[in-house]
């Protein structure tokens, strides 16, 4: 009798999960010019690499989507500070990039304009050297991303934008310039 039951609950539970809140799922693959800056700098140092990053768009409404990501920032030291002149201070990250984020835009076709923010986790070598700070640290590490851009073409599939990922512990941002393009997975 409590195997019929429990059939019968897997059942019917089984029919509610196909009325799912996701709408539609999409793939989003981004590169770009990476770059790191220390939180407390007198040079005004910032260290400049490679970022690539891949999403997966799971889109709620029009003007929301979750999107679960996983990427890389590498990023070099190059002696020089924002305005080409010699320095000491460092802010360079070699990572491998982990978690998740929500983003709101506007539904708008060709042009809509998005915020992005949510929770991760940085995976590699942090190296902050500044008047201010001296982190030297390998390991796993908070960080809090945010992103600002542009979602362009007549199904917004191109994403244009800037984002950055706020690494306290290290004492650190990491960031970029990247383009993205959104493939669907179902119609």
Known sequence: MQKNILLLIVILTSNLTEAQF??????????GYGISFPYNSIDEVADDGVFAQGELVLKIASWLELRPYAGFILTNSDGKDLNDNPTNEIAESKAFLLGGKA???????????????????????????TVYDNIDKSGVIYHIPFAIGLELGKNNNVDLGFTYY??????????????????????
């Open 22 to 31: 996701v709408k539609e799922i999409s793939i989003n693959a981004q590169i």
């Open 103 to 129: 983003r709101v835009r506007a539904p708008i076709p060709w042009v809509a304009p998005y915020v992005e923010i949510g929770i991760g986790t940085s995976i590699g070598k942090f190296e902050t050297l």
């Open 166 to 187: 706020f690494q306290p512990s290290v004492q650190q941002f990491v960031g970029a310039f990247a383009v993205g393009i959104t493939f669907p997975l179902n119609n």
